[in-house]
């Protein structure tokens, strides 16, 4: 019914990186739920057709987690030091993690992303 939609193709393709990038950080399905911003009682991945703007912004972070992952992949840090380094708390973060502090926040993953690109060049 969907196939050989190039939309469907594409959303298909991000959501199995998803699952690779979340397989290599350990990624629980509680701390999969909190990163896409869907944290809560009542939030499931399945949203309401009303809450479309939310599931936007879930796709929007995985994109964005996914681009975050691939500079990691590049970087000193193998597969286990990468999960370790994303839940240890930081002073430069008020103690929080940098999981915890990119959580359903899409400006702050953007952070992580242009800080670690900056220390590339």
């Not at 939030?43 to 479309?52: K, S």
């Not at 929007?60 to 193998?78: E, K």
């Not at 008020?94 to 959580?103: E, G």
Request: proline share 7%.
């Amino acid at each position: 019914m969907d196939d050989g939609d190039p939309a469907i193709d594409e959303m298909r393709a991000v959501t199995a990186r998803w699952r690779t990038l979340c397989g290599t950080w350990m990624i629980t399905p509680a701390e999969a739920v909190a990163m896409l911003g869907m944290a809560g009682p009542d939030e499931t991945p399945f949203r309401r057709e009303e809450d479309l703007d939310g599931v936007h912004v879930s796709e929007r972070l995985m994109r964005l987690f996914l681009d975050l992952g691939d500079l990691l992949a590049n970087g000193p840090l193998g597969p286990a030091g990468q999960a370790r380094w994303l839940r240890t708390p930081s002073h430069f973060l008020a103690y929080w993690s940098p999981l915890d502090a990119m959580s359903g926040k899409p400006e702050a993953v953007r952070w992580f992303i242009d800080t670690f690109a900056e220390f590339r060049r």
